[in-house]
């Protein structure tokens, strides 16, 4: 009879049972011991690798449904820039906030700035937690949130004319008490607060396109096309030829018109409804709006 090829793993004697245990245990502690050698560093390269992930993740959803009002890169639109020196280096200290940077960010993509009707930005800053109300859960707040943070280097690297950070009204920047962190040291753009001019009458046509915040959506210099679809909003360059087309029944003046006071009357094909501000009534008189659609209809105005 054949002996099996196992056989070899016999032993009958005392002896080299008791050696070959005493080998096996010596070879599982220096096992079990290099494994704990190398623990710490294999935890920080997964770490790096869950919050690489974690990354990617918020890029998809920054993507899906931020970057109309905040820019691909975080330039800041119709909302505030991300990508900033000032908003990582400052912001906190001139509002008062207490917590760190993650925390102030993870609170605003979570509950939004609902309170901020009338505030200089045309979109209002809506919650996006489930908890208040939005669309996503816990971890993909976190996973936005880990993507904003990314913007932190190259933020850091920015000079003050570089950085996209338009200064909110009424929040001037606060000198810090450590010389070292004064915005003169660190290079960061000046908040200001100037004081609000006295209104002489009707703001002029150019000057409400951008205090509306219009132009950080709507391009005038290009023409909207099949195969030039502005976004997040439909390019403007065309306006003068088009806007009496894209209604049935309504001429150009009165498309316009009811595209900026009710906006979702009618929504062109291919955009979102409710991405543009519902008050603008509120926030310019009737005869401004009147002039801002002469001026947005008119073929040589500026481009």
Not at 29 to 41: A, C, K, M
Not at 231 to 248: D, H, K, S, T
Not at 268 to 285: A, I
Request: glycine content about 8%.
């Amino acid at each position: 009879m054949r002996k099996p090829w196992y056989h070899i793993l016999y032993t009958r004697s005392a002896l080299a049972k008791i050696i070959w245990g005493t080998i096996s245990v010596m070879l599982a502690v220096v096992l079990t011991v290099y494994q704990f050698s190398i623990e710490d560093q294999r935890m920080v390269a997964q770490t790096g690798n869950w919050e690489g992930r974690s990354i990617e993740k918020g890029a998809e959803i920054f993507t899906n449904n931020c970057y109309a009002c905040h820019g691909m890169n975080g330039e800041g639109g119709s909302g505030p820039a991300l990508n900033s020196k000032y908003l990582f280096t400052q912001r906190l200290y001139d509002i008062g906030f207490a917590g760190t940077l993650r925390d102030y960010v993870a609170l605003t993509v979570a509950s939004g700035r609902p309170s901020q009707v009338n505030g200089q930005f045309a979109v209002i800053m809506p919650p996006w937690s489930n908890r208040f109300g939005g669309p996503l859960r816990d971890d993909q707040v976190q996973h936005v949130v880990n993507y904003v943070m990314n913007f932190q280097e190259t933020a850091l690297a920015q000079t003050a004319e570089e950085d996209p950070w338009i200064c909110f009204q009424g929040a001037p920047t606060k000198p810090q008490p450590e010389a070292e962190k004064s915005p003169e040291a660190l290079g960061i753009k000046i908040c200001k607060d100037a004081p609000v001019a006295a209104s002489t009458g009707p703001r002029p046509p150019q000057e409400l396109f951008v205090a509306m915040t219009c132009n950080a959506c709507h391009k005038l210099d290009q023409d909207q096309t099949a195969d030039n679809q502005g976004q997040p909003a439909p390019n403007m360059g065309n306006l003068p030829e088009m806007a009496g087309q894209r209604v049935p029944g309504q001429d150009a003046a009165t498309y316009v018109h009811t595209s900026i006071v009710k906006p979702n009357d009618f929504v062109n094909p291919g955009y979102l409804s409710g991405l543009m501000p519902q008050n603008f009534s509120e926030r310019m008189s009737e005869e401004e709006i009147d002039s801002l659609v002469a001026w947005l209809l008119n073929p040589s105005r500026p481009q």
